[in-house]
């Protein structure tokens, strides 16, 4: 029998009883752990947020279908990061986002960002350096720090052409206050946090930037070609400031906490290193794609629904917001045997993995999937295949996951640092 989204037949998902909700409200609880109650109503789930009604989508076919096969039922609008991001590829829509994407896709193919790899090795030559030191000195790094400005400093080399300095990553540091100040779900008709400071230090470092590589017209970063584009007019001034911004921002945060993940994993069971390296890339592969099957950064990917349908034999209506969560796929029993445990093998024997669309997407799905997945995969890669033979670090502390719009380590992560 074929549902039509109109006929009354068609069963809302099963949803988290108000009750629970209040009291969720009146603990003061976390997103996160309310998302957990609603996934506990099963893998298409409802709560009332108020001023709408949120879908939790976990079921792998319930996904794919809004990510994948109907994008344009399920939208991105009124994006969490735009007071940051504004009109950039990653928070634009429609025909705009269309031309952005064209613009920047060839540079983010496997053959585009060969392009990139002098920068990648200038990046992780500079890391290994200065674990080199720290081995010899015996000084307690934060790892996430390090981590952090490694992925800084390959997407700035990537832009604009030179490393970052450290007076420049300093001053991006004001993104931390934006993220953690963003609401996690967004709800329409929310009043959006003033975030007028923390932007215009971030827009005095992009205006200085800007006029930097203007000067120098021989310049090969990719900051070069949104300027090319704004001479075509295709592109305005603000929106090569929101660009740059965007590929900034979501072109490191998200690998930086993959890879301190990683070291999380890795302190607690010590073993996979040496199983990484006798494999070899395979192995480090394995290593980075089980780190993010448990750490999807990008936990929860929202969609608007722009018309009714019917998802998984639920009803869904316009104005619902629909919230996708690779979180809670890739942690189901179901589909993933001993969900919780790091195991990284699973990845190098495709038996052990579930196949079919929608079990794994650490990168999203379909036309709005992540620009920068190889060029992320590459460059974490370039980065361990250094590092995991020669050193091994020594956690003094482990801080737990932060649920902001990306997940990441609560704090920082010190460490004393030995050669392997
Ligand atoms: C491990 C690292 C990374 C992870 C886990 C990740 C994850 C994601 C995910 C899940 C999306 C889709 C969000 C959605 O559908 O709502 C996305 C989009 C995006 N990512 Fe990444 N990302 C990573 C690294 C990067 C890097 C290195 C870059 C740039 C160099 C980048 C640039 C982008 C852009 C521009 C978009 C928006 C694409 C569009 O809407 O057309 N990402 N990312």
Redesign the pocket.
Known sequence: MTFVPSDPAVPAPPALSPAHVAAWQERGGSVFELLGRVREAGPVARVSLGSADAVLVSLPEAVHHV?ALHPERYV?RSHRLAPLFGGG??TAAGEA?RSQ?RLLQRY?TGQGIRRFEPAIGGAAERTTQLWERAARTGEVRDLAADLRFYSLDV?WRCLTGRPVTHETYDELRAVDAVISALPVVPRPGDTPPDLTAEVARIDAVVKRTVDEVRAEPSGDGLLRVLLDAEQARHYTEQLVRDELV??VF???E??AS?LAWLYLFLDAEPHWRGWALDRGADGVQALVAET?RLY???WL??RYATEDDVLAGYRVRAGDIILTSPWFTHRDPGLWPDPDAFLPDRFTDPARRPSGHGTYY???LG???????Q??LR??GVLLERLLPAFVPTLLERPGPAFDITVHPAGPVPATIRRA
């Open positions: 990510l991105k590829v990653l986002w994407r983010f997407i965007t590929l979501a072109g490191h998200t690998t993959t993010l999807p950064i990008a990917m929202p650490p990168f999203g036309p709005r999937a992540c620009l920068g997945a060029f992320a460059e974490a």
